[in-house]
């Protein structure tokens, strides 16, 4: 068995953690670029999501390195992500690729339920094994999304040019070349020790945005023209709403223990949205909304082209900007987005922000 998965953001370094200390062969698919959104384009149907074009990209060419396996989180309710296992699966039957295609469940209320689910693929009942191999990964992806947050906080403010970039990109690589998480731990704690040694400059100037929106393209960068990187250079802090860390804790810890996290995101949406909508629309309401209350100067959403949730989130987003006096930009993404247009839109955002903290200031020196 060779083992596949969907490329998002670079949570494809603990899942290879887990199953090489599962003793599972994987081949991880290669980076998005533009030949595997074109692959996933061209068999996917029209009108879906961006997600799932380049998720059936990453599949095609992991299957032409020799991948017989590919496994993929299920999901339910509004969102079209249940759909994806069995659309994909039947659009590479029909491209004559014989593969097995294993969805996993989150598990709600059932922890054990999950752990038999992942006994299955890595062909052994030691639950023991499972259940530290998983606790490793999500340490290492926790670990991961701590040092991605870092970087879009402190970029901004670096003295020597290309220091955090260096830095981190030297990391990434190190752990691509490792094997088990045992070796990425020890990385990934060398790495961010480092970080905090950076020197920085924090009397300049600097805009705060969060970014909200579908969880693919907030956390692909491939997706989303690598946004975050382009704010900072803008002297911009950034702040990811959602990461597939917390996403992990919340779906595999807390909902299973009848519990969330997300408590303070869904009170902050209530005036909005009272209930689940489908996808992460809610919590793009309800972080709007908190990113206000904490100080930020702006919101960006995003959203693939045809995304209903974060459509209803959208028409929303008036309303919201009025209540809670926060501008929101919002972007919808897909194959045929132009990065020069979608750049200058950017620009001329955080042109209005920082126009708009500049009379506030004069009003409150005035005062």
Wanted: charged share 25%; proline share 4%; glycine share 6%.
């Amino acid at each position: 068995m060779k083992i596949t998965f969907p490329h998002i953001g670079n949570s494809y370094i603990p899942i290879k953690a887990l199953f090489d200390d599962l003793g599972v062969e994987t081949i991880v698919p290669p980076k998005c670029s533009k030949k595997t959104l074109e692959l996933g384009t061209k068999y996917a149907p029209e009108l879906i999501c961006l997600p799932l074009k380049i998720n059936l990209g990453n599949y095609i060419e992991s299957i032409e390195k020799g991948a017989d396996t590919i496994v993929i989180t299920g999901g339910c309710g509004p969102c079209r992500f249940g759909y994806y296992s069995e659309i994909q699966k039947e659009i590479l039957k029909d491209l004559g690729y014989d593969v097995d295609v294993i969805a996993l469940e989150a598990p709600e209320g059932d922890r054990l339920e999950f752990l038999r689910r992942v006994s299955k693929i890595a062909n052994t009942k030691n639950i023991i094994k499972i259940s530290k191999s998983l606790k490793n990964a999500v340490s290492i992806l926790k670990k991961l999304n701590r040092l991605e947050e870092i970087v879009l906080k402190t970029r901004p403010y670096e003295i020597n040019e290309n220091e955090v970039d260096n830095l981190y990109n030297h990391f990434i690589s190190k752990l691509e070349n490792s094997t088990g998480s045992k070796e990425m731990i020890i990385h990934l704690d060398k790495v961010l020790k480092m970080m905090d040694k950076i020197p920085l400059d924090r009397n300049r100037e600097v805009l705060k945005v969060g970014i909200v929106g579908e969880i693919y393209t907030v956390i692909e960068d491939f997706s989303n023209f690598d946004i975050g990187k382009k704010l900072n250079r803008m002297g911009v802090e950034v702040h990811k709403s959602l990461s597939t860390g917390e996403w992990i804790t919340e779906m595999l810890l807390f909902r299973s223990l009848g519990m969330s996290k997300e408590m303070e995101i869904w009170e902050a949406a209530k005036p909005y949205v009272k209930t689940c909508i489908g996808g992460h629309a809610r919590e793009t309401v309800g972080n709007t909304v908190l990113y206000s209350r904490r100080g930020y100067d702006g919101v960006v959403q995003l959203m693939p082209f045809t995304c209903m949730p974060e459509i209803v989130a959208m028409s929303l987003m008036p309303s919201i900007q009025s209540d809670n006096n926060i501008p929101v930009l919002s972007l919808i993404i897909d194959e045929m987005t132009g990065e020069a247009g979608y750049l200058t839109r950017l620009e001329a955002f955080i042109d209005l922000l920082r126009n708009r903290k500049e009379k506030q200031q004069y009003k409150e020196l005035s005062s």
